[in-house]
């Protein structure tokens, strides 16, 4: 059974930077998803086990993936956060030849706030 | 970015009910959608991907059709652990998009 679990803050103010991680069973490619309060689901991007990188072009500018693989663990960074990217932040695993979400943590709410 | 376009954006239905959920590309994405089961303060779930195969676990009530540009979610016989808001993603092209959500309430 894969895990994933997210951690890290829960409040950030506005203008910083948001920093998740998240550890990880299984692979080799993962991604980032969130979910705004009342909206739908919003790709962040990936990351393959060796760190190669793919980003919404929505956040290319702002948002920074890695990967440890000595602590299975992922990290996301997203900087100079509004109010818009509250949201709860998911990781999530995809299935082997199919760029579809398999195994997902539970989410991680983070609120931008001052 | 291929738009994905659910309707409708809920439904109320009652146990038994059969349930039916469409997702409309903004352009062809041949067989690659998914759908996915969220409830709050839960893990989402995998339902069904490449429009029509079964994920792992997933019951059968659960079926998927379509090709090109529209898709359906068919729930064939609604049971009280279905009660959920439902989205499909399409995986043919970066970046992925996801539809706006379909909630299934109790009637």
């Known amino acids: 059974q894969v895990q994933l679990q997210e951690s890290g803050p829960g409040l950030v103010k506005p203008s910083e930077t948001l920093s998740l991680t998240c550890t990880v069973s299984?692979?080799?490619?993962w991604s980032w998803i969130r979910q705004p309060a009342g909206r739908g689901l919003e790709w962040i991007g990936r990351?393959?086990?060796?760190?190669?990188?793919n980003y919404n072009p929505s956040f290319k500018s702002r948002v920074t993936m890695s990967i440890d693989t000595s602590k299975n663990q992922l990290s996301l960074k997203l900087s100079s956060v509004t109010a818009a990217d509250t949201a709860v932040y998911y990781c999530?695993?995809?299935?082997?030849?199919?760029?579809?979400?398999?195994?997902w943590g539970q989410g991680t709410l983070v609120t931008v706030s001052s | 970015d291929i738009q994905m376009t659910q309707s409708p954006s809920s439904v109320s239905a009652s146990v038994g009910d059969r349930v039916t959920i469409t997702c409309r590309a903004s352009q062809d994405i041949s067989s690659w959608l998914a759908w996915y089961q969220l409830k709050p303060g839960k893990a989402p779930t995998l339902l069904i991907y490449a429009t029509s195969r079964l994920q792992s676990g997933v019951p059968s009530r659960f079926t998927g059709s379509g090709s090109g540009t529209d898709f359906t979610l068919t729930i064939s016989s609604l049971q009280p652990e279905d009660f959920a808001t439902y989205y499909c993603q399409q995986s043919n092209s970066f970046p992925l998009t996801f539809g706006g959500g379909t909630k299934v309430e109790i009637k």
């Open positions: 999530a695993k995809e299935r082997i030849s199919v760029t579809v979400f398999d195994s």
């Open positions: 299984g692979g080799p490619y």
């Open positions: 990351i393959y086990t060796t760190g190669i990188t």
